[in-house]
């Protein structure tokens, strides 16, 4: 069974920085593209960040330069470091993992190709 388990997430002020974790199993890790999103009440879920079996990252415009995906091969964990947060970024964040696929840049952060989902883990910007 596939299992996806965020954590990280937290009440922290504008400008301040989180590192959000997904810890995966039951399914082989090499081969899954781990996307990150997130979503406010009222809102679609959004694309933030996702990397590929490869290595290759990919990064929603409102986090390039604030955000860095990297993922540990040894721990089957995908890491989101979040730096100068604003509290836009409020939200409920979600980890995804998909089989990993082809396709153009932003396709690899839409919500609807990913099969498998954690619970999520809340994070709160203050102003």
């Known amino acids: 069974e596939v299992q996806l388990v965020e954590s990280g997430g937290g009440l922290v002020q504008a400008g301040g920085s989180l590192r959000l974790s997904c810890a995966s199993s039951g399914f082989t890790f090499d081969d899954y593209a781990i996307g990150w999103f997130r979503q406010v009440p009222g809102k679609e879920r959004e694309g933030v960040s996702s990397?590929?079996?490869?290595?290759?990252?990919y990064y929603a415009d409102s986090v390039k330069g604030r955000f860095t995906i990297s993922r540990d091969k040894a721990k089957n964990t995908v890491y989101l470091q979040m730096n100068s947060l604003k509290p836009e970024d409020t939200a409920v964040y979600y980890c995804a993992a998909q089989e990993d696929f082809s396709g153009n840049y932003y396709s690899h952060l839409l919500a609807y190709i990913y099969d498998h989902w954690g619970q999520g883990t809340q994070v709160t910007v203050s102003s």
């Open positions: 990397i590929s079996s490869d290595g290759s990252t």
